[in-house]
């Protein structure tokens, strides 16, 4: 049976001290042992909390690590679709061209519940892009993204990858 949390007749205020009641007075006892109960749940709840706080950081981390999976999953599904018409293959491989394309589906849904969002931008942002190339252009502005190599994604306004990018720089001839 759990103590009561409070009793009228002794007002709890202070913490605990570690001095022993003087032999008779049992209501200086009786206070001594609910300041102590006092005490220990106040201990216990905090702990109960910090439980809590590293329960929801491994959550968020598991999390954070099955996402990176799933991101993984999408860009090999991305890859293996590519280019593929389902009206050029034999029924067989169609069957299985289905199968991804559904697959491709559920994974983009999963992320978008998740609310992931790939990483978009025509200029380079080194928050959120890495520099996977360099080519040389003069028809478009230095810094302009001009293939993704890898998709970046964010999750909750936070890098979960950087996309890897190839991005346009100056021609050897061109004038800065």
């Avoid at 005490?39 to 910090?50: F, G, I, S, T, Y």
């Avoid at 003069?138 to 998709?151: A, F, I, N």
């Avoid at 994604?153 to 890098?159: D, I, R, S």
């Amino acid at each position: 049976m759990a103590a009561p949390k409070w009793y009228p007749e002794f007002e709890i205020t202070e913490a605990p001290h570690p001095r022993p009641p003087a032999c008779g007075d049992t209501a200086s006892s009786w206070r001594s042992t609910l300041l102590d109960l006092a005490d220990l749940d106040r201990r216990l709840n905090d702990a109960r909390e910090e439980i809590e706080r590293e329960r929801a950081d491994g959550d968020a981390r598991r999390r954070l690590l099955f996402l990176a999976l799933i991101e993984d999953v999408k860009d090999n599904l991305d890859r293996s679709l590519e280019g593929i018409q389902e009206h050029q293959l034999d029924p067989a491989a169609a069957r299985w061209f289905r199968k991804l394309r559904r697959m491709h589906r559920a994974v983009e849904e999963l992320l978008a519940r998740e609310r992931v969002i790939q990483v978009t931008y025509e200029r380079f942002v080194p928050q959120l892009m890495v520099v996977g190339g360099v080519r040389p252009r003069d028809d478009v502005p230095e810094g302009t993204v001009l293939e993704v190599v890898r998709c970046g994604y964010l999750w909750q306004g936070e890098v979960l990858r950087k996309a890897e990018v190839i991005v346009a720089a100056a021609s050897a001839g061109r004038d800065a």
